[in-house]
């Protein structure tokens, strides 16, 4: 397997980028060289490590996608070196640079370019067919990449029939097929709908497990950073500001800008809605009547459902009771039978916040997306066992839950204090001072200043 080394890697676009690079090296700033170029990498060291998954992640402009595109040789650092295992790129003929690229280096991109009128198989053999590789050989290693991404029965297939997860999965199996020890992702994920994203995020540490493949990976998603790097650097303004663990990064950010990625420290917030629901298991169509709802909440054998509209947009639950007796009224729509009391959650929600609303249902949260729609489910065990500490969940990783209960016994009480526009109960009025400093102390304990890092 192959590392990669990024030595003093400066990158800037523009009329005089040698200029810029000199005054940048003498102590100018980003704004100073301007007139020059824009510096869209400044002074990058990193040792990515063989078999390691790394993640880039950091604001829009940052320099990630630049940084990404001189570890193939796509682009040529303005100076500074990039080594890839043995052949630093920077030295190396361009046909040399073209065979690397062929024989080392895949890269998956957010908007995967399938060719349309070929079939998934085609698509995955794709880089074989430019490295030479034979009719047959390629078909036997393309098929074996569609295997390993699930999607073994579809070689024959066209890509306008498939879905988005399942087009992006081909993307993966065509840079599997390749068989390169390097694979580099620019937010490869972040198009696709959160549970199908959740889904190529297990998949990728699946492959990962058995395949050992050197990865890096572009994020400006802070849940996907932490649970799928083994490290991850943070860019800001086209410099590498830190480098470490996800544990790491939460617990010393390098400044206030890692700070304000980590933002409240406490992992309850670090993680999402959408990094832990689940599939709803029984939703009803509100124009599909009491019968079919039934039916629904049959099948999945629950005892209320979820009811969306055309546009999946979420409506409220009906209960299989509610549903039995419009039926036997002879009642064919369920308007009338729709709770709307339930609380909903955003995708984006911190776990934090769903505790509250976790506690008042017996039903699993819901989850929607910015327009409204029903995307997905947060069962109470759910909630809570992604609080459990890593080792009984995926050792390997650096699982951002929490690490001891603490987080989650402040977390639950504190969220219904943020609710905007409720004003708060009042303190009952303290009886002596000690009892006031507890009170004003407890929403804010298990955030930022509560050292709840065990470290094994
Ligand atoms: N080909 C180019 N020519 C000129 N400027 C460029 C070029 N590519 C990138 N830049 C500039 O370099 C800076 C870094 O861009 P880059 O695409 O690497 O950021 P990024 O971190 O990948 O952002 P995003 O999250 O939006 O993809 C930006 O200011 C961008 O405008
Ligand atoms: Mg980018």
Redesign the pocket.
């Known amino acids: 397997m192959t590392g990669l080394r990024v030595e003093g890697v400066y990158k800037v676009?523009?009329r005089r980028p040698n200029e810029a690079v000199k005054r940048l090296r003498d102590g100018s700033s980003r704004e100073d060289v301007r007139p020059w170029g824009?510096a869209?990498?400044i002074d990058a060291d990193l040792e990515i490590r063989s078999g390691e998954t790394f993640v880039v992640m950091?604001?829009?402009?940052?320099?990630?996608?630049?940084?990404i595109r001189m570890l193939n040789g796509l682009l040529k650092p303005t100076a500074g070196r990039v080594v890839l295992g043995d052949d630093d790129l920077s030295a190396v003929s361009a046909a040399q640079l073209r065979s690397i690229r062929q024989r080392k280096v895949s890269m998956v991109f957010q908007h995967f370019a399938l060719l349309p009128h070929r079939t998934v198989r085609d698509n995955a053999a794709y880089p074989l067919a430019l490295q030479g590789v034979d009719k047959a050989e390629r078909r036997r290693k393309a098929d074996e990449a569609l295997e390993m991404v699930g999607l073994g029965q579809w070689g024959d297939s066209l890509p306008h029939e498939l879905s988005g997860g399942m087009r992006q999965r081909v993307g993966l199996a065509r840079a599997l097929a390749a068989d390169t020890d390097i694979l580099l992702m620019?937010?490869a994920f972040s198009a696709l709908d959160p549970l199908i994203r959740r889904e190529m995020q297990d998949q990728l540490l699946e492959l990962q497990q058995s395949l050992g493949k050197t990865i890096v990976f572009?994020t400006?998603d802070l849940n996907e950073a932490m649970y799928l790097g083994d490290r991850i650097a943070v860019?800001r303004d086209?410099r590498v500001v830190q480098v470490g663990t996800s544990e790491q990064i939460l617990s010393a950010p390098a400044d206030d800008y890692v700070a304000q990625f980590v933002a409240d420290v406490d992992r309850t917030r670090v993680l999402t809605a959408s990094s832990v629901m689940r599939r709803p298991a029984a939703v009803a169509f509100a124009g599909g009547g009491p019968r079919l709802a039934l039916r629904t909440m049959r099948d999945a054998q629950v005892a209320a459902a979820y009811v969306v509209d055309r546009a999946r947009v979420l409506r409220g639950i009906v209960r299989d009771a509610d549903a039995v007796d419009a039926t036997r009224a002879g009642k064919d729509t369920l308007h009338g039978l729709i709770d709307d009391s339930l609380t909903s959650v955003s995708v984006d929600t911190p776990l934090a916040e769903v505790f509250a609303p976790a506690a008042e249902s017996p039903l699993p949260v819901p989850v929607t997306d910015d327009k409204g729609r029903l995307v997905g489910v947060i069962p109470r065990a759910i909630l809570l066992e992604a609080m459990v500490p890593p080792e009984t969940s995926t050792p390997a990783q650096g699982t951002p839950v929490a690490e001891s209960a603490t987080p989650l016994l402040d977390g639950g009480p504190a969220a219904p204090l943020s609710v905007p526009g409720l004003p708060e109960e009042p303190a009952p009025a303290a009886p002596d001072a000690h009892a006031a400093d507890a009170s004003t102390a407890a929403p804010t304990a298990g955030r930022t200043d509560n050292p709840t890092e065990v470290r094994a």
Not at 59 to 67: A, F, P, V
């Open positions: 676009f523009g824009t869209a990498v950091g604001l829009s402009g940052s320099g990630k996608s630049t940084l620019d937010e572009i400006h860019m086209g």
